[in-house]
């Protein structure tokens, strides 16, 4: 077994290879690390306790929530918000932004997707949970505001995800790459598993919702036919892979290589996915680890946010699949 390294003791050497650091973004990580393994905890036990099924009651995204939605919702910013890291926080679950108890000293904005993939939770296939992290636009704590949380994604301090599968992973960048851990309930921690993940230059995946082909566009349409032509040099027709969690699907193509689709539909003219917990720090992931994010027009990162729930197409991963679906998109081929 190669020596452990625990995620705090990464995220301290991520630390020490910024000389002056204070030392507060990982204390921030270390919160975040610390509020999954309460997720994880009733996540692998779901079926055991009663944490499963409906909560009877509707999001802002006009879902019907889970009671584990909620459950993960709440531990994280209970476990989260009391530390006084953070000066706001935006989550998929809450309609307006949270201000944590003892905001004063927090100089963090946290937006996050408590549980991703909620479909999938009643009938265990994985799920997952996605955090970004920005620091405040100012300086004081107690003046951030729901403009803080709407940052373009390039500006993101940290961003990452839990999936909770077939083993627990963590995976992380605060800039310097992209690295996984694996949890070990016997020690309770995260143990490094993945160092620097890069994603493969073309993959051999392609992850949508082909239920939705009568209301996607011609040039996805396109697109879609393109990648399921026989043609050997592009190691052509791909295999289709879709879980349904991003989470998991997106955390398959990071490895494997491939591309995940959401485009535009007629029921969702901008996508389904939300840019500022699920499209952004996935996109800062997957360019770490060398791979492309794009609503079929511009790069993730660079959009300019409005508002702290909105919606995005989301074109996400090996940097060459990403490069031909966006010409598609574009109608240039
Ligand atoms: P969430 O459970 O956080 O609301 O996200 C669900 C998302 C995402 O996880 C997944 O890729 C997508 O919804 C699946 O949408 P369809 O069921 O329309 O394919
Ligand atoms: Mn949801
Ligand atoms: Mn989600
Ligand atoms: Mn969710």
Redesign the pocket.
Known sequence: MNNLITIERHFLEQQMQHPGASGSLTAVLNDVAFASKLVRREVVRAGLVDILGMAGTTNV?G?EV?KL?LFANERIINAIGQHGRFAIMGS?ENEETIIPPKSETGKYVLLF????????IDVNVS??T?FSIYRITGDSPEDASLQDCLQKGLKQVAAGYVIYGSSVMMVYTTGNGVHGFTYDPTIGEFLLSHENITIPERGKYY???E??WHQFNQTTKNYIDYIKEEDKATGRPYSTR????????FHRNLLTGGI?I?PATKK?ANG???LMY?ANPLAFICEQAGGKASDGKQRILDIDPAELHQRTPLYIGSKEDVTVAEKFEQGLR
Not at 113 to 120: I, T, V
Request: glycine share 12%.
């Open positions: 995204q879902e889970k939605d998929e997707d408590p549980l991703d993939g909620s479909s999938n799920v997952g996605i992850s949508m919702n239920g939705s879709y879980i349904g969690s991003l989470v998991a699907d995940f959401y969702h389904k996915l939300r699920e």
